[in-house]
């Protein structure tokens, strides 16, 4: 869990927390490691009719079918590239799959420093990492802005 506040070379955590980093419409984003179940390449997706185009598909799951959603699409900016990566969310978190952009890397907690507040949407708190900003989300916030999105 990151700290309440504060800004500068604080550590992301003061308990061991690892990162997994991935693309998402240019910019650098993660999620904490300890939210994501599975990194999944190169899998089938089935298509689901009568549903918006962001949560259009549904993985295989370990016998678990588990929707995927095309975060890009969902945020407004575009949709994943050709490389693109699916990170399943342990299922304490959501039954839910994210399309994100290629070059996942896991980060140790000692190479990512807390930066700032995130912007209360999907962004948690923004954090550097090797010298980037990089974008922790929410995923509680994705649940939320699926949800909403599902309902309008």
Known sequence: MLPAGGRGAHAVSEQPCRLITFSLAGKRHALRLAQTAEVLEDVPTFPVPRTPS????????????????????????????DDAMILVLDQHVADLALRVGGAVAIVPPEAATDEMEGDGALVERYVTVAGERVALLSPGRIVELLETALRD
């Open 54 to 81: 962001f949560l259009g598909e549904v993985i295989n799951c370990h016998g678990r079918i588990v929707p995927v959603l095309e975060l890009a699409a969902l945020m407004g900016c575009g949709s994943a590239t």
